[in-house]
């Protein structure tokens, strides 16, 4: 059976994004494949949470998982950093990763010129951890939106060239997955670029969000002054609100609004309600679980020990043969 990574940074509470991009995926995964979700508490270190902050946010990824469907029997999920042994692999791979590559990853260059106070060494070398998470089960399939399909190619590299440097074919390639064959890049609510957290509050749709929420947040998301020709090609901002009533409406509804585009009858206000309408029945049972999980800190613990445990368990065996391929032996 194949063996499925992916994990989510725990630094804030999940958005559409996130879940179409893919906690959707992950929940579908478990039920065919070998599967180990993780909350990416390391490499939210990067920007430097406090103590508080981190545990809150560490616990609310959990939350949101396990409301989303994720399931303890089915999954392997496990914190990050209860798993020393990422953090050993980490050390080994750096190594091998060079200063020019790991510059020119567009997700580094991203952050250097959103933070250029905080370009630390931790954010140069998030590909090579997100790597580890990956190589240390050997995972071929990897849940991921758009934005990670670079890490993916950078995660082959360092498994390739640690597989040529000692002469063995010990690290499997892993490729980017979604169900629909493509990866997606879900749009937010300003007309611009994808939702996000650092986007704006405004700009992205949280699992959490109640129904008044939703409906303010789409009511206010960028329009233009609507189609003066029929069959016109959409803006962009407009495309954006089409795509997003794709995931969350039906064919019909998504149909019946793009036959009035198309003839210039659409009147926005209508298409934002429905949207919005869309957005709340498809988050509601989730945000239900969500209250009644965050509830249960026993459960939480029970999950959290049980995915730790089974991830220690695949973990070490990797560790164990690298350090014998790289040469630690004991006398
Ligand atoms: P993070 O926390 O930024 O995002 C988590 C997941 O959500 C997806 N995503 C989106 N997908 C589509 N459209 C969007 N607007 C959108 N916003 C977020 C991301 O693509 C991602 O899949 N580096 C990873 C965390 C990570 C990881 C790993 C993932 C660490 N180690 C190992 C896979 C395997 C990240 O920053 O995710």
Do not use: W
Not at 171 to 188: C, D, R, T, Y
Not at 203 to 225: Q, W
């Amino acid at each position: 059976m194949e063996t499925v990574v992916s994990g989510i940074r725990s630094t804030g509470k999940l958005h559409l994004g996130n879940y179409y991009g893919a906690l959707n995926n992950f929940v579908k995964m478990q039920e065919q494949y070998n599967c180990f979700f993780f909350i990416a508490d390391l490499h939210s270190l990067t920007t430097h949470p406090t103590p508080n902050n981190l545990q809150e946010t560490v616990r609310n990824v959990l939350v949101e998982y396990l409301a989303a469907g994720l399931d303890p029997e089915k999954s392997t999920i496990y914190v990050q950093s209860d798993l020393p042994e990422v953090a050993e692999l980490y050390l080994y791979m750096n190594m091998n990763a060079y200063l020019g590559e790991l510059e020119r990853a567009t997700s580094f260059k991203d952050k250097v010129r959103a933070n250029p106070d905080n370009v630390n060494a931790g954010l140069l070398t998030y590909p090579v951890l997100m790597a580890c998470d990956i190589l240390i089960h050997h995972a071929t399939k990897v849940p991921v939106g758009k934005d990670q399909e670079q890490h993916l190619e950078m995660t082959r590299t360092f498994g390739n060239r640690f597989n040529r440097m000692y002469n063995v074919d010990y690290f499997k390639e892993s490729f980017a997955f979604n169900f629909s064959n493509e990866l997606v890049k879900i749009p937010g609510l300003d007309g611009k670029g994808k939702m996000g957290k650092s986007e704006g509050e405004m700009n992205a749709v949280y699992l959490s969000d109640s129904p008044e929420t939703i409906r303010k947040k789409v009511m206010k998301a960028v329009t233009d002054g609507g189609p003066t020709e029929e069959n016109q090609q959409k803006p962009q901002e407009i495309q954006n609100l089409f795509d997003l009533m794709k995931l969350v409406s039906t064919a019909d509804t998504l149909a019946h609004f793009e036959n009035l585009y198309n003839t210039c009858a659409i009147r926005y206000g209508d298409f934002k309600k429905q949207l919005a309408e869309d957005m709340v029945i498809s988050t509601t049972p989730i945000r239900e679980k969500i209250t009644a999980i965050s509830a249960d800190n026993d459960y939480l613990r029970k999950v959290a020990k049980l995915g730790a445990d089974k991830a220690h368990e695949s973990a070490s065996k990797t560790l164990k043969d690298v350090r014998e391929i790289i040469g630690f032996k004991s006398f």
